[in-house]
């Protein structure tokens, strides 16, 4: 069993100072718009991520008009307890501590305490664009294999030194051969790992999300997902080498692993064209859903699972459903949020699961 | 910070412009240059004056020095077909403080990074691939960070003497991936030098 049990907010979003305890394994969060719910669930992930769920900078999230920030949790994981701080200085600097211990790399906490968050926004993994398809397959895979998020660092760190000096070669009109040639093994040595990777876990993640779409939307409705590289069909080596004149025109990089995504199409049609808003939904939870799966497969114990405003978003009968399986059916922490106490009450009630309710 | 005298502010506003200086400690430093006796504080700023108008790059390794050609450089005891590559001057005297080199070294001035406008012909990289060719060097060893810049630069020279019959290492890394050398301690840093490690190896081991 992996969960919080207390935890400490200290100039965190709109927390000042704030302490709260978590006596059960499913924890309802409610409160009107605007009190903090997503705040809160958000701290839990960033204790597990180094991060924040939702703002880029660390400079968001410190409370408006103070300096500096601090998150402090207390644990419980495999029977043992354990402690997580996170202090962001005036000077914006972050460091983060587990077990009392600083981490020389945050790279090396991602994993350790597995969570996942589903959020209204989320709808985006469905109708926008590939990046945040590729956010949430990196966040996963930095969870599950150990070394990824090192290599996508490094790949993303040379990706921009390769576009900068494509970009001053362009300007200047004079290319060092030589540093692309260098530039771009040093992208090939981690491109194409990153892609053996991504190809191991697509070809089991792929029909796990689809099974999950006939259980959550009660049908089948020939949803079809596909892993889509550039590097199906040539090595990261061949596509830079292909695409050297047209990287040079255009000055950046235009084939690799950062153009993989996953395709989702329904009977045959882009799913996001054809797909009903439940269609959108059910597939949103099937793909969270099966992350959470494989996470909870691959750790061998239940990740955090962060549900906010859940119930604005799924009918009575399919919340009903899902809360069963996820609180029922497993055995992992719950927070879940919701503006309406009575709503969340009674969904527990209905589950028959001892409940704590938090109210904002 | 209102201050009384106009050339105590400006003596002030001189000292915090140095890194890590903030008013405070500046304001406190230029008091304690107040209490010392006038011939003093002369002195003071006439070795200061002194020493960035005096001292010069070493033509041959581009470290600093009193003269044209460093005293490292000068000695004669040392292994002159050996030359050690590092990033700026600091790493220079972090190595030597070590005491286990006896070698030459280069000071490139900077590692490659097109992102931050640093291409190879902004750095010390043609001289060195002259003075390799020139004094026949035996091993060129690389002390640089180990990060990814710093890996761009060791292959990129390796690219350039690929063609000289020089052998070529990099300290051991014993300094996490990621480190910075500056701040490794000298036993490290020592027995990563002792440690070194040829260039081909280290990248598939790692
Ligand atoms: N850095 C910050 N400093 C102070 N308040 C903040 C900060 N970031 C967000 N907030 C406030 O937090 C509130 C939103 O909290 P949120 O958790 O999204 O509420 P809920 O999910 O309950 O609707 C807003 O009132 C917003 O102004
Ligand atoms: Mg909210
Ligand atoms: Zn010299």
Redesign the interface.
Known sequence: MFGFRHIVLTQFRNYLYQSFSFTERIVGISGENGSGKTNLLDAVYYLCFTRSYFSRTDAQNVHHGQQGMRLEAQLLKNDEAGKLVCIVRENNKKEFYANDEEY??FSDHIGLYPAVMIAPDDTELITGGSEDRRKMIDTLLSQIYPGYLQQLI?YN??L???N??LK?AAEHKRL?T??L???D??LCERGDVIYQWRKTFAAEFIPLVQQQYISIAGKDDQVQLTYDSQLHNASMAELLQQNRQRDMYLARTGAGIHKDDIDMHMNGLVFKNIASQGQRKSLLFALKLSEFLTLKQQKGFTPVLLLDDVFEKLDAGRMHNLLHRVCVEEQGQVFITDTHNERLEKAFIDLAVPYQLVQL | MQLPSSLLESAVNEFSKLPGIGKKTALRLVLHLLKQEVGEVQQFGDIITRMRRDIQFCQRCFNISDAKICSICANRLRNQRQICVVENIRDVIALETTQQFSGTYHVLGGIISPLDGIGPDQLNIESLVHRIGEEQTEELIFALNPNIQGDTTIYYIQKKIKHLPCKVTTIARGIAFGGELEYADELTLGRSLANRLPVDSYISNR
Do not use: H
């Open positions: 020389k790399k490094a760190k040379i921009q030194q390769r900068s000096l001053a060092d030589s540093l040639e260098i530039l093994m040093q």
